[in-house]
């Protein structure tokens, strides 16, 4: 399904990988995250391979899939602080304009507002390669704005960024891989001001 596949990113890139369901834009989340070793070729991390040492391999990364992740009956700051490392969580809650609900259970929140915690977990997690499965399903259109802020605010402190989309996200300049059954054309326009693509 990801014969042929290759990518190669620097500090500040981009990536958008489009294509029909089942194409395998999930699939290969999972494997750059070391969640699925590849049936054959190499992850590679600034020359080791990743599946050397993942727990090394992890440090690196923040993977957001399609479930939020949060435990119910925590507080939305009880379930964060898990992934918090010590870091306050201010900054990350302000991101995504979750202040107002930080003492609220998890299985009280709406999808959107589920979404906006997963996404503040993902900026707490201080990783330099977010990978970003479909990141704004479920958010209104102030939240995609906020979720365009906090990416830009990575990429320009050196974060990089591959993110799966059926629709526009708030990647400008964003790279795009389009795997078999997505016309390259589609994965560019699919950026906000998208100026190129590489694979």
């Known amino acids: 399904m990801l014969d042929g596949v290759s990518l190669a990113m620097d500090a500040g890139d981009a990536m958008l990988l489009t294509g029909p369901n089942g194409a395998g ?3 290969l989340l999972r494997v750059l995250a070391g969640l699925r070793k590849p049936d054959s070729g190499r992850i590679l991390w600034h020359g080791a391979d990743a599946f050397e040492d993942r727990s090394m391999h992890a440090r690196h990364i923040a993977y957001l899939g399609h479930q939020e992740a949060l435990k119910p009956g925590l507080t ?4 964060l602080s898990l992934f918090a490392r010590g870091r306050p969580l201010a900054p990350a809650l302000e991101a995504f304009e979750l202040l107002e609900l930080r003492e609220l259970p998890a299985r009280l929140l709406s999808a959107g507002q589920k979404r906006r915690a997963a996404l503040a977990r993902i900026v707490l997690a201080d990783a330099a390669l977010w990978l970003l499965d479909e ?8 939240a995609v704005e906020r979720l365009g802020e906090a990416l830009a605010l990575h990429r320009r402190t050196g974060g990089m960024v591959i993110a ?8 400008p300049e964003a790279g795009a891989l389009a795997l078999p059954g997505a016309p390259l054309e589609a994965a560019i326009d699919g950026a906000w001001g998208a100026a190129g693509a590489w694979a």
Do not use: W
Not at 135 to 142: C, F, Q, T, V, Y
């Open 25 to 27: 834009k999930s699939t």
């Open 76 to 79: 939305l700051t009880e379930n």
């Open 164 to 171: 799966t989309t059926h629709v526009p996200l708030p990647l």
């Open 135 to 142: 990141p704004s399903l479920g958010l209104d259109a102030r």
